[in-house]
């Protein structure tokens, strides 16, 4: 699976947008971008996943540039309850690829 | 949404025992789950795959006779932490692979802390 580099840390304030950005710059035709998040001391939580357009669902947006080699997850409205690490990780979705890498992900903390 | 949950949520054990944790697919089949080991402030590492009906199969460095994963059934994985020593106090996380989308859903973590 392809690299990514994520930001360490942002902060937002609250009802702001927050934009989080992914460079995977070596990402292969058939690799997906996905975006989980994890709040403290949980199970990681989906949250969307695209492979070239725009996608959009009930918790975020997923902007991906054209040649794929970055993307930005897009919560409209922060709350402090988005407060959690997020996780870029690309990889191909088919049969014998199904392991997730997680990386260092980006630490989001929304202020009040 | 496809629900998977894990049992107990936290446990502390003596060193030397052994503790056995327990990850089900609540709405789905999973013939395939994950095992994975998160330490304070790092990242989720994955430590095997759970493959229903047959071995386990452990990423590099994991010891397959101190961690014993069994999936049984479609809906139930465990992970037995053998001998565990205050090293072994991890959060441990389970995944369950829905088949129709190969997507991970995860359990909520048990942590475990040996003393």
């Known amino acids: 699976d392809a690299k990514t580099t994520q930001p360490t840390s942002m902060d937002c304030a609250e009802g702001r947008a927050a934009n989080l950005p992914c460079n995977h710059s070596?990402?292969?035709?058939?690799?997906?971008v996905y975006w989980y998040r994890q709040i403290h001391s949980q199970g990681p939580q989906y949250i969307i996943h695209?492979?070239?357009n725009n996608e959009t669902n009930e918790m975020a947006s997923l902007i991906i540039t054209e040649d794929r080699k970055s993307s930005t997850l897009i919560l409209p409205h922060a709350t402090l309850r988005d407060t959690a690490v997020y996780y870029c990780?690309?990889?191909?979705?088919?049969?014998?690829?199904?392991?997730?890498?997680f990386g260092t992900g980006t630490r989001l903390t929304i202020i009040p | 949404g496809a629900v998977v949950s894990q049992h107990p949520s936290w446990v502390i054990c003596k060193s030397g025992t052994s503790v056995k944790i327990e990850c089900r697919s609540l709405?789905?089949?999973?013939?395939?789950m994950f095992w994975y080991r998160q330490f304070p402030k790092q990242s989720l590492m994955l430590m095997a795959t759970s493959n229903e009906g047959s071995k386990a199969t452990y990423e590099q460095g994991v010891e397959k006779d101190k961690f014993l994963i069994n999936h049984a059934s479609l809906t139930l994985s465990t992970l037995t932490v053998t001998s565990a020593h205050p090293e072994d106090s991890s959060f441990y996380i389970c995944?369950?692979?829905?088949?129709?989308?190969?997507?991970?859903?995860f359990g909520p973590g048990t942590r475990l802390t040996v003393t």
């Open positions: 070596t990402i292969s035709g058939n690799e997906y």
């Open positions: 695209g492979l070239k």
């Open positions: 990780i690309v990889r191909v979705a088919n049969f014998g690829n199904e392991k997730l890498t």
């Open positions: 995944s369950a692979l829905r088949t129709e989308s190969y997507e991970q859903y």
């Open positions: 709405d789905f089949q999973a013939t395939t």
